[in-house]
């Protein structure tokens, strides 16, 4: 599993947008790249997975560049219940199902 | 539809005590995992079960540890003796056939306390 290292944490305010980078210098091939999102009191939920470029839902944007040795989340106009924490995750091929979290990066927004 | 469910909420138990939290993942979903979660840290692996069977125990800290899945739906996990540093929230998802390229849907974990 590719190692990734992300800011610790963030502070926002709402209606700005947030952009969260995470490395992953040893990224493999095959790796993707997953972000899952964890409110207070639940349990991670998936965001957005892709594997290079752009990639963009109803919740946000996944800029990866050429090289794929980092990848930007970026979360548009963002509101109080967009606190959470963010974990960028790196691998998951095919057989590889052990997701492997982080320290994520805390975002904190405020009004 | 219904998510991953995951009872208790909130255990809190002695030290030495046996603790068994229960896990009811989504529908028709054959892959079932367990992870434990430290305050401050992400999750951290712990099981994976395929069906009835454990693929992969490799996360699981030592022998007081063991989980179950008897019939391919709902999973236990059970803590023997257990210890103040076991206290954490753990946490149960389910995915659809166990690919690593899924989305594994997560509970709301069962916070454990110690005393």
């Known amino acids: 599993l590719a190692k990734t290292t992300q800011p610790i944490s963030m502070d926002s305010y709402e209606g700005q947008e947030v952009n969260i980078t995470c490395s992953h210098n040893n990224i493999a091939t095959n790796d993707y790249i997953t972000w899952y999102q964890q409110f207070p009191s639940q349990g991670p939920r998936f965001i957005i997975q892709?594997?290079?470029t752009k990639v963009t839902n109803e919740v946000a944007s996944l800029f990866i560049p050429a090289d794929r040795k980092s990848s930007t989340l970026s979360l548009p106009r963002v509101s109080l219940s967009d606190t959470a924490v963010y974990y960028c995750?790196?691998?998951?091929?095919?057989?590889?199902?052990?997701?492997?979290f982080g320290a994520g990066t805390t975002v904190t927004v405020r009004a | 539809g219904a998510g991953v469910s995951q009872t208790p909420s909130n255990k809190v138990t002695e030290k030495g005590k046996y603790v068994e939290l229960r896990c009811d993942p989504i529908s028709g979903h054959t892959a079932l995992y367990w992870y434990r979660q430290s305050l401050g840290q992400g999750p951290e692996f712990l099981i994976y079960?395929?069906?009835?069977?454990?693929?992969?125990d490799s996360g699981l800290p030592n022998d007081r540890f063991f989980a179950v899945r008897p019939e391919g739906s709902v999973s236990t996990l059970k803590i023997q003796r257990t210890e103040r540093g076991d206290s954490a929230v753990y946490l149960c998802?389910?995915?659809?056939?166990?690919?690593?390229?899924?989305?594994?849907?997560f509970g709301p974990g069962t916070r454990l306390l110690v005393l």
């Open positions: 079960f395929q069906g009835t069977g454990a693929a992969d």
């Open positions: 998802a389910s995915s659809p056939s166990g690919g690593g390229i899924e989305t594994q849907y």
């Open positions: 995750l790196v691998g998951l091929p095919v057989d590889d199902y052990k997701l492997s």
């Open positions: 892709g594997y290079k």
